[in-house]
């Protein structure tokens, strides 16, 4: 199902939409989003700005070894509005478009990734990002206030117990006038920071326990900031464990969807926006920067007076990396560009993962190609007056990026059940008017505007998208049960990271049909780029594919409960 645009406009094609029809019908891709020269110019303005005022502000060295962030900076965030990115200028904001919010924080994380996650996090998940999920009334009145008046925020969604329990256990007990909170919450980012939090909390009560969106001043009696939490990477970012012992809330700042016993609905769709923002983000810059970082390397080295960008392997590694970080972004594009908060939700949730793996893959080539320096520090590149290319700190951001927002395949997880969850609700409309709901034959229009190569591989995706539907059409009808289905982790994890591959790869095939139009001046190798990335796909998902099958792989939970029960197979790991 498409979910409507919340501009009263038609809502842009999905890709879900292809998947439940079990063929990507290529006229939907035709008109990739870009944006207005006006908007572009705009965003290329500030993240010139941005640029600079970084790279004047902020030692990114001194931010990893010192793990704080310099004095001062916050006052200087806020008075440059980087703080209130997509904000209405009315409440002192830029007014900027979810892409050039994207931007702007990318090339902040392209010099300091903590620093760049400290503006992330206020434009993606915290209290002000909040306001297009709060209807009209006390709340929302009294978050524009503090936004208007310059506020620190923050989201505290995960307990000590762990981030993906169907109630959080923070609770929020009714009392006169509001809700006690007690509890804890972990890894808030910009919580030692923050003088506005939200948090999510099982809110109990008569009509049974709800979870419910709690939006507090940190001076609140009760309120008190706990350990200050430090990551291998992401050093400098402040984050923290936040306390509540008998916090009253008024009632008037807890957001609670009366349908329903979760988060209301917008208030997930802006977060799968800000997961975007605080982890594809510096995702996204860390992979540009290993392209710089690989290019530099490469002018600068030969092996047996030979150019290194000379050999074949060398040339592959590179060729990798540009289309990895040419999908990235078309992912990115698609998702951010031309669509309202409630657009492409299916995508936003799809692309956190084809980003942050991306980068992973990109950094982790890097340091390959580096070598002995891609594994060194600056600090000791810099006394022996090496070139001080910051890889070490880059890969250990870059690992942080794939358990943020949730960790990797957890987020495949849920994305599985989401498609299943369509093809269930597809199978009760068949049983309702009496069609048999056999899957659609593979083959939508074709796709316009690329290279023959090209073409081959948007005929191989387009069987790709009807196989999928085909296997999972099955498995619904096979399971009556969700719950049973849902219960086969190892597949719907596969579902699911196949529907990110094939998103991407339709992304970037759309895109390069795009560039090839009058419409849009680009630069050469967007059709080599979808090439390679569409070939190295492929490969992915022919073993993805293989891997559905029941018998595909040994009986891991066989296995597994055998060791945790007697400890048997440590006796043959060890000996």
């Known amino acids: 199902m498409t979910a409507a645009s919340t501009d009263g406009k038609a809502a842009p094609a999905t890709f879900l939409t292809d998947l439940q029809e079990g063929r990507v019908e290529w006229s939907r891709w035709q008109d990739f989003p870009r944006q207005s020269p006006e908007e572009q110019e705009t965003g290329d303005r500030?993240?010139?700005?941005?640029?600079?005022?970084?790279?004047?502000?902020?030692?990114?060295t001194a931010v990893d070894s010192t793990r704080a962030l310099p004095a001062g900076l916050l006052d200087d965030l806020q008075d440059r509005g980087y703080l209130r990115l997509?904000?209405?200028?009315?409440?002192g904001g830029l007014g900027l478009s979810a892409y050039n919010t994207f931007r702007l924080i990318a090339q902040a994380c392209a010099h300091s990734v903590p620093?760049?996650?400290?503006?992330?996090?206020?434009?993606?998940?915290?209290?002000?990002?909040?306001?297009?999920?709060?209807?009209?009334?006390?709340?929302?009145?009294?978050?524009?206030?503090?936004?208007?008046?310059?506020?620190?925020?923050?989201?505290?969604?995960?307990?000590?117990?762990?981030?993906?329990?169907?109630?959080?256990?923070?609770?929020?007990?009714?009392?006169?006038?509001?809700?006690?909170?007690?509890?804890?919450?972990?890894?808030?980012?910009?919580?030692?920071?923050?003088?506005?939090?939200?948090?999510?909390?099982?809110?109990?009560?008569?009509?049974?326990?709800?979870?419910?969106?709690?939006?507090?001043?940190?001076?609140?009696?009760?309120?008190?900031?706990?350990?200050?939490?430090?990551?291998?990477?992401?050093?400098?970012?402040?984050?923290?464990?936040?306390?509540?012992?008998?916090?009253?809330?008024?009632?008037?700042?807890?957001?609670?969807?009366?349908?329903?016993?979760?988060?209301?609905?917008?208030?997930?769709m802006v977060a799968l926006l800000g997961r975007i923002y605080f982890t594809g983000a510096p995702a996204m810059a860390i992979a540009r920067n290993s392209l710089a970082w690989s290019r530099e390397f490469i002018a600068r080295r030969s092996i047996d007076g030979r150019a290194l960008g000379d050999y074949d392997?060398?040339?592959?590694?590179?060729?990798?990396?540009?289309?990895?970080?040419?999908?990235?972004?078309?992912?990115?594009?698609?998702?951010?560009?031309g669509s309202g908060l409630t657009d492409r939700w299916f995508e936003r949730f799809a692309t956190k993962n084809l980003l942050v793996r991306g980068a992973w893959r990109i950094v982790d080539r890097t340091v390959s190609l580096h070598g002995g320096e891609g594994f060194e520090t600056v600090a000791s590149k810099n006394r022996r007056g090496a070139v001080p290319?910051?890889?070490?700190?880059?890969?250990?951001?870059?690992?942080?990026?794939?358990?943020?927002?949730?960790?990797?395949?957890?987020?495949?997880?849920?994305?599985?059940?989401?498609?299943?969850?369509?093809y269930y609700a597809d199978a009760r409309t068949y049983a309702d008017d009496g069609t048999q709901g056999e899957p659609g034959p593979?083959?939508?229009?074709?796709?316009?505007?690329?290279?023959?190569?090209?073409?081959?591989?948007?005929?191989?995706i387009d069987r790709?998208?009807?196989?999928?539907?085909?296997?999972?059409?099955?498995?619904?009808?096979?399971?009556?049960?969700?719950e049973q289905l849902y219960a086969k982790e190892r597949t719907v994890v596969l579902l699911g990271r196949i529907a990110g591959e094939l998103f991407n790869a339709v992304?970037?095939?759309?895109?390069?049909?795009?560039?090839?139009?009058?419409?849009?001046?680009?630069?050469?190798?967007?059709?080599?780029?979808?090439?390679?990335?569409?070939?190295e796909a492929r490969h992915t998902l022919s073993g993805l594919f293989a891997r559905l099958e029941p018998d595909a792989e040994p009986d891991h939970a066989h296995i597994s409960r055998r060791w945790l029960a007697d400890g048997g197979a440590d006796q043959l790991v060890r000996h």
């Open 313 to 337: 392997e060398i040339q592959r590694t590179v060729t990798a990396t540009l289309a990895d970080v040419y999908a990235m972004e078309s992912a990115v594009r698609w998702s951010l560009l």
């Open 507 to 535: 992304a970037a095939l759309a895109r390069a049909a795009a560039a090839g139009t009058p419409a849009e001046a680009v630069p050469a190798g967007h059709q080599e780029l979808a090439d390679v990335h569409c070939a």
């Open 86 to 91: 997509g904000i209405d200028p009315a409440l």
């Open 115 to 268: 620093v760049g996650q400290v503006v992330a996090i206020q434009n993606g998940v915290g209290a002000a990002a909040m306001l297009p999920a709060l209807p009209p009334g006390p709340l929302r009145d009294f978050v524009s206030a503090r936004i208007a008046k310059g506020t620190v925020s923050g989201f505290g969604d995960t307990d000590r117990s762990g981030q993906n329990n169907a109630r959080p256990t923070l609770t929020a007990t009714p009392v006169e006038g509001g809700y006690l909170l007690n509890g804890e919450k972990l890894f808030t980012g910009n919580g030692p920071v923050a003088d506005l939090v939200a948090v999510s909390a099982t809110v109990l009560g008569e009509g049974g326990p709800k979870v419910g969106a709690c939006f507090l001043d940190t001076s609140t009696p009760g309120f008190s900031v706990g350990t200050r939490l430090e990551f291998m990477g992401s050093r400098g970012l402040p984050n923290a464990s936040l306390h509540f012992d008998d916090v009253l809330v008024p009632a008037d700042q807890v957001l609670i969807d009366p349908e329903s016993d979760q988060l209301p609905f917008l208030v997930g």
């Open 389 to 422: 290319v910051p890889l070490e700190r880059a890969f250990r951001d870059a690992r942080g990026l794939r358990i943020a927002g949730n960790v990797d395949f957890q987020l495949d997880n849920q994305l599985g059940r989401i498609l299943l969850g369509q």
């Open 442 to 460: 593979g083959a939508g229009t074709s796709a316009a505007g690329l290279s023959p190569a090209n073409q081959e591989h948007a005929r191989a």
């Open 46 to 60: 500030l993240v010139a700005e941005a640029e600079a005022f970084f790279a004047r502000r902020v030692d990114a």
């Open 464 to 482: 790709l998208v009807g196989e999928l539907r085909r296997f999972a059409v099955g498995l619904v009808r096979r399971h009556p049960d969700p």
